[in-house]
């Protein structure tokens, strides 16, 4: 059984950093492209980024580009998401994703992920 789980939220100030880990469990994850996501209070959940398998090529939503940096340990079976320069509007549940098939492409889209963690709540106070 495939299990995602994230840590390192927290309540931080604007311009602060935090690093959030999600560890993956019942599979090998290097094969992977691998997803970030956050979903704010009544909004949909939106894409933050992606990690390809292949040369651990990374993609950001531009609200994001310049600020938060993903990177993999495939020996640890892990992904992170290294967020620098918080702002209010990055306050949201995050979660990290895993497709259900292996290599391809890595998508933006929640729908094309399979697997998804718990979550972890990151609040940013002005």
């Known amino acids: 059984q495939v299990q995602l789980v994230e840590s390192g939220g927290g309540l931080v100030q604007t311009g602060d950093s935090l690093r959030l880990s999600c560890v993956a469990s019942?599979?090998?994850?290097?094969?992977?492209?691998m997803g970030w996501f956050r979903q704010a209070p009544g909004k949909e959940r939106e894409f933050v980024g992606t990690?390809?398998?292949?040369?651990?090529?990374?993609s950001y939503a531009d609200s994001v580009k310049g600020r938060f940096a993903i990177s993999r340990d495939n020996a640890k079976n892990t992904v992170l998401l290294q967020m620098n320069s918080l702002k209010p509007e990055d306050t949201a549940v995050y979660f990290c994703a895993l497709p259900i098939s292996t290599f391809g492409t890595p998508s933006p889209d929640p729908n094309d992920y399979h697997y998804w963690g718990q979550g972890t709540q990151v609040t940013v106070s002005s």
């Open positions: 019942g599979r090998t994850i290097k094969n992977y492209n």
């Open positions: 990690i390809s398998w292949y040369e651990m090529r990374t």
